[in-house]
């Protein structure tokens, strides 16, 4: 079993649609939460990141960690054709070594 | 500010041979990472260079080797490639191993194919 699961999709969704995307861990000493985006041919892009438990916002975009059931998740509201990319959750123990999910493909068609 | 470089871009290489990549991270940042992404097991963690030394390294058979010079710019090794190396190569660079170093920031990968 790997140690974060990500749904790999693909979703497809339409423009102005709520998307949520989801990570499960079974490594109880990770302790910063982070989500990616990346688009075709480029490296990742950091997009959020946390520490603790709660929700954290930017803008469209926001950050949930449930410490307690080891699940993320990352919603983005009003969603554009730009948001199309792959979408990759990551998660860092105190040493800094990142571990990521498989990574989602989001579509956002217009 | 400049972003993370990595050179070559492309790369094709044929099996037994070796490879070098270049990294070069954001100005300020003393941590290197390198990860490879492969569409069967996406993104895995190699080896983490901070101050020269090699800081964490993932599940990667001693083929793949990497070194820090001391303006933080990276350089990693494959030796002996084989068909199943082949991958987008990526390089990360951070501020350093402290609580910051979660912050990583990508380059655009090499893209290297072994035929």
């Known amino acids: 079993q790997k140690e974060v699961e990500q749904d790999p999709g693909p979703l497809s969704v339409p423009e102005g649609a709520i998307v949520s995307l989801n990570c499960t861990y079974s490594n109880s000493a990770f302790q910063y939460f982070m989500w990616y985006r990346q688009y075709s041919r480029k490296g990742p892009e950091l997009l959020m990141y946390t520490y603790s438990s709660g929700n954290k916002e930017d803008g469209r975009f926001t950050a949930q960690v449930d410490k307690s059931s080891k699940y993320i998740s990352l919603f983005i509201r009003d969603s554009q054709p730009s948001d199309s990319a792959t979408y990759l959750c990551a998660m860092s123990d105190s040493y800094g070594k990142l571990t990521f999910g498989q990574g989602t493909i989001l579509t956002v068609h217009p | 500010k400049a972003g993370v470089t990595q050179t070559p871009r492309y790369l094709i290489k044929t099996r037994g041979q070796q490879v070098t990549l270049s990294c070069s991270p954001i100005s300020g940042h003393r941590s290197v990472s390198w990860y490879q992404q492969t569409p069967g097991q996406g993104l895995q963690f190699l080896f983490e260079y901070f101050s020269e030394t090699q800081r964490n390294k993932g599940n990667f058979p001693g083929r793949f080797s990497g070194r820090q010079f001391s303006n933080s710019r990276s350089e990693m090794n494959v030796s002996t490639l084989e068909l199943g190396d082949s991958a987008l190569y990526l390089c990360?660079?951070?501020?350093?191993?402290?609580?910051?170093?979660?912050?990583?920031?990508f380059g655009p990968g090499t893209r290297l194919t072994v035929t």
């Open positions: 990360a660079s951070s501020l350093g191993p402290d609580v910051m170093s979660y912050e990583q920031y």
